[in-house]
């Protein structure tokens, strides 16, 4: 069964999907090739996936901290093993506010390239932007209230890049 927020990530062959009781799932495009491979904590509920630097990417909720966001990166497909790169407590994004994960604030995406993790947080609906190396939060932008719930990353289109190949 797929965890309630159904974001999948294509990366090497295959389609990754969060599972409620498994882990996350890898099926490969023609559907053919099926596995699981497991999360590197107990507690996948309050989590998502996530690509980035050519790697797939786990952040949860800290299993003994429910104010602290774990990011967690896949090095090996193969071994299933996982490292965790960067952990930060809410009160430091949040000035001093202890907000939950979901509820309080959603992580948009990570940044392809840089350690950069993009969420939307409060009732204005502020899109922020955090930085692992130098921990340091930054507003981008209010949203507004009304605007929607679901967010999509942008992904660039290089049309005019595959028509100068031909």
């Given amino acids: 069964m797929l965890h309630h927020q159904?974001?999948?990530?294509?990366?090497?062959?295959f389609l990754h999907m969060l599972?409620?009781?498994?882990?996350?799932?890898?099926?490969?495009?023609?559907?053919?090739?099926?596995?699981t491979?497991?999360?590197?904590?107990?507690?996948f509920f309050d989590g998502?996936?996530?690509q980035a630097q050519g790697r797939l990417c786990?952040?949860?909720?800290?299993?003994?901290?429910?104010?602290k966001l774990s990011i967690w990166f896949l090095e090996d497909h193969g071994t299933n093993e996982w490292t965790l790169k960067h952990s930060v407590r809410?009160?430091?994004?949040?000035g001093r506010k202890k907000l939950r994960f979901e509820f309080d604030y959603t992580v948009i995406t990570i940044h392809p390239e840089c350690n950069l993790i993009y969420f939307v947080y409060g009732w204005d609906k502020t899109l922020m932007a955090y930085e692992m190396d130098?921990?340091?939060?930054?507003?981008?932008?209010n949203l507004g209230h009304d605007c929607?719930?679901?967010?999509?990353?942008?992904?660039?289109?290089?049309?005019?890049?595959?028509?100068?190949?031909?």
């Avoid at 159904?6 to 062959?13: C, K, Q, Y």
């Avoid at 009781?21 to 490969?28: E, F, P, Y």
């Avoid at 967010?151 to 289109?157: K, T």
Wanted: proline share 6%.
């Fill in 19 to 35: 599972t409620v009781l498994d882990g996350i799932a890898l099926v490969d495009m023609d559907a053919k090739t099926w596995r």
């Fill in 6 to 13: 159904v974001r999948s990530v294509f990366l090497n062959g």
């Fill in 134 to 141: 130098r921990k340091e939060v930054r507003v981008i932008r």
């Fill in 58 to 67: 786990f952040l949860n909720v800290d299993d003994a901290d429910f104010f």
């Fill in 90 to 94: 809410t009160p430091l994004l949040f």
């Fill in 48 to 50: 998502c996936i996530h």
């Fill in 37 to 43: 491979i497991p999360v590197p904590t107990d507690n």
């Fill in 148 to 166: 929607s719930v679901t967010y999509f990353p942008y992904v660039p289109l290089f049309l005019e890049a595959l028509e100068d190949e031909q």
